[in-house]
């Protein structure tokens, strides 16, 4: 019956899946704020913002990935050799534009080679992925011999380091991917393209979608979000480190996935994943100031993705039954 | 005639959703060894039913009895241990497994700890076959098994599990003319064994060879139950609508015009061979044939879906190179894909998403222009009647009739000017089937052409001007509306297997 579906649809999944991760947000956000008097001090929330910027960033591009039913597993390992090799730039040469050029180039060369090998081949972004995350650390440790730079400047220092009045320079950069994302997603014909190739593929290539270039173009925005990731994280660090940011990209998708957007492709806004980064951001936040070690922190991350993912399925349970 | 056994009764059946009663009241029961026809226009309630008989859905009043006794207690497993199993529209066997392995899927006989008795299953299942009086080897992988043929093997698995009462959901919707006979024969046979079968079709033609009793259901009520032979199909659909139909298809008024699209000897090596043929504006081509024949080969490398190595497609004129699908829609060559889940729709988006898609490039813009989107969907939802609450509805919440309508109208945006159907009408009811009938008309009449698969030989007759007939891979014969009759449609869809047994 297909009126009854409708009614019936009022129901806790549909309200969780518009709001709920909202109320998520707010109630753990009071409840930080009660039970620790410095969770809520001005420089522990520019702190938390600071904090997310890289995550959040990344997240932008794996949601990309993932809307378009693929996932991008070479994130973090793109994001350390691009940052590395913008600091190793900025080192030889001294000239800022040159290093981000590099970086941004490096990263979005990887997104592409992704891109390509994805719907040239139709191999599984999974696996498609996995290989250039090797490639990826296996090139820049060749190239660093596993060496750090640091002292790299003031100037690139300012990408992660600086403020803008009280708020730090790299929430805006953070602010202006998310306004990217947003326009992508909400208001291009691309955006349009990529849930319709994560709801349906056929659907979408019998209605005249290019698929190919769709997801080529994800997996090229989800490398060029890895590279700005990269040189934040470096230039915040002062340091280019081939070895950092091990498994940032699970944290990104954790982000996405908490945010409410589905493994399986074709939902989710940018919107959620804001506010997926931040539950992640202040969960972080909250256990650092409480002290609990980061092996604890991490089982109770995991814990998180599994809650989340197992609210995913029901939602689209109670949506599907009639 | 003795009376029968009532092997499943249902008293004042009612079950509401929120905002809507699905049943009011209904009553219904099947006699042993017979088969009693649920029909209904989408909607009526039907699914509903058999979600209460099945025991997916617990009905909020009334009582269902099986073999006399009430039942209590609703669960899907309570009802299939009492001997009631249904056949859904969509199969879902596993393709690589044998036939043997697909009966006792789940159930797999074992010999010691996690080890299958595969031996002694194969002469089970062959037993079990072999008793029902049905002829196949077992060993066969379920693949290589016709629609019709995995539709019986499911009925046999359900009967090897107690099955005493068989719903059948549309069993004929996605099967041939010839395996419909085949599922006929069959349904004959189970009926001799005492077998009760609920059967749910729109092909309305086909019921008076199986049923027994018919029951219309019409906006949750039953309308009425009688036997077989009382109606006639005109009563069936008056009954089933609540209006008298005076036409199942719409006159069709549009001349026809010049020549629009030539195919000129299209071949994709062991797909299709040598298609040829030509396309009028204002006409309705009909293509028949067995489904295999090859016919939506053809038509989707006419629509850049798939390809072909060598012929020619010349539009207007003018010979064009059709590589993929956006080089069909440039052209204005569109087609309503055979699934429309599978090709046609995406069902977790909005009905306006699904209608914008194929013409993103109407909103083109810095910000794509949703407002004219949505008023573009709007406009469709209005025109062509689609029942839904709002276009921000989710495309998976329609009917099918709908869901067809909002595929249909994604196209006509696009104002086409050939638009192949590959069986527009399929799992759809009398009155949307008329609406898109009507939509067909009323393109030929704005000068496009429309070519229509369909395996329904009555719908190719009722509203083709000129068929043409294939049969593996090849175009066998063309039939001209002054010609039509299905015998002559129908030798002709043989036709290409008589050629080749010749040899």
Sequence with gaps: MMKSKENGKFNFGEIYNKFGIFLVFLLMFVIFSVWNQSFLSGMNVRNILRQIVVITIMACGEQLMIICGMIDLSASRVLACAGTLSAYTVLATGNLVAAILVGLGVALIFGAFNGIVIVTFDIPPFIATLASMMVAEGAIMTFTGGQNYSNLGAAFQFIGQGYIGPIPFPVFIMAFILLVTYYILSWTPIGRAMYAVGGNTAAARASGINVKFTKFFAAAYAGLMSGIAGIVLMSRMNSGQPAAAVSYEMDAITAVIIGGTSMSGGTGTVVNTIVGSMIIGIIKNFMNLQNINASLQKVVLGLLVMIAVILDIQVRKSRSKG | ?503
């Design chain 2, 1 to 503: 005639m003795e009376k029968k056994k009532k092997v499943l009764e249902l008293k004042n059946i009612s079950k509401s959703f929120p905002g809507v009663k699905a049943l009011d009241e209904v009553s219904f029961s099947v006699e042993e060894g017979t088969v009693h026809v649920l029909v209904g226009e989408n909607g009526a309630g039907k699914s509903t039913l058999i979600k209460i008989i099945n025991g997916m859905y617990t009905a909020d009043e009334g009582e269902l009895y099986v073999f006399g006794k009430k039942v209590a207690m609703h669960s899907p497993r309570h009802m299939k241990e009492l001997g009631i199993a249904t056949i859904h529209q969509e199969l879902n066997p596993v393709p690589d497994l044998t036939i043997a392995e697909n009966i006792f899927l789940g159930r797999l006989p074992t010999r010691g700890p996690g080890i299958v008795a595969k031996k002694r299953m194969v002469e089970e299942a062959q037993k079990l076959v072999n008793d029902l009086g049905f002829s196949y080897d077992v060993k066969r992988v379920m693949r290589s098994l016709t629609v019709s043929d995995m539709q019986i093997i499911e009925i046999i698995k359900a009967i090897s599990v107690n099955a005493k009462i068989i719903i059948m959901d549309e069993p004929t919707s996605s099967i041939t003319e010839g395996e419909v006979a085949v599922l006929h024969e069959q349904i004959h046979r189970l009926k001799e064994r005492g077998i009760s079968i609920i059967y749910i079709s729109h092909k309305l033609d086909e019921l008076k060879q199986v049923g027994d009793q018919l029951t219309v259901l019409r906006d949750g009520k039953t309308i009425s139950t009688h036997h077989i032979d009382e109606l006639t199909t005109d009563e069936i659909i008056t009954k089933m609508v609540g209006r008298k139909m005076d036409n199942v298809y719409p006159v069709k008024e549009a001349e026809i015009g010049e020549k629009l699209l030539e195919i000129k000897n299209l071949t994709q090596p062991n797909v299709f061979s040598n298609i040829s043929f030509t396309l009028h504006r204002g006409e309705i081509l009909g293509m028949s044939g067995l489904v295999g024949a090859g016919r939506t080969e053809v038509v989707r490398a006419i629509f850049g879906m798939d390809s072909y190595s060598s012929g020619e497609i010349i539009i207007n004129g003018k010979s064009v190179e059709i590589k993929k699908v956006s080089d069909a829609i440039r052209e204005g060559i569109i087609m309503l894909s055979e699934d429309r889940k599978l090709e046609g729709l995406v069902l977790i988006r909005s009905i306006c998403e699904n209608i914008g898609l194929p013409n993103l490039k109407r909103y083109r813009g810095f910000l794509l222009n949703k407002k004219r989107e949505r008023e573009d969907a709007q406009e469709m939802k209005e025109k062509l009647a689609i029942k839904t609450p709002t276009i921000g509805t989710e495309a998976q919440n329609l009917s099918g009739g709908n869901q067809q309508k909002v595929v249909i109208a994604k196209w006509l945006l696009q104002n086409p000017v050939v638009f192949i159907m590959d069986e527009p009408t399929r799992g759809i009811d009398v009155g949307a089937k008329y609406e898109i009938y009507k939509i067909m008309c009323d393109l030929a009449a704005q000068g496009a052409g429309v070519i229509m698969i369909s395996s329904e030989l009555p719908e190719i007759i009722g509203i083709c001007d000129r068929t043409l007939v294939m049969a593996e891979g090849r175009i066998t014969g063309e039939v001209t509306r002054e010609d039509f009759s299905q015998e002559r449609i129908m030798s002709f869809a043989l036709g290409g297997k008589a050629v080749n047994d010749e040899k």
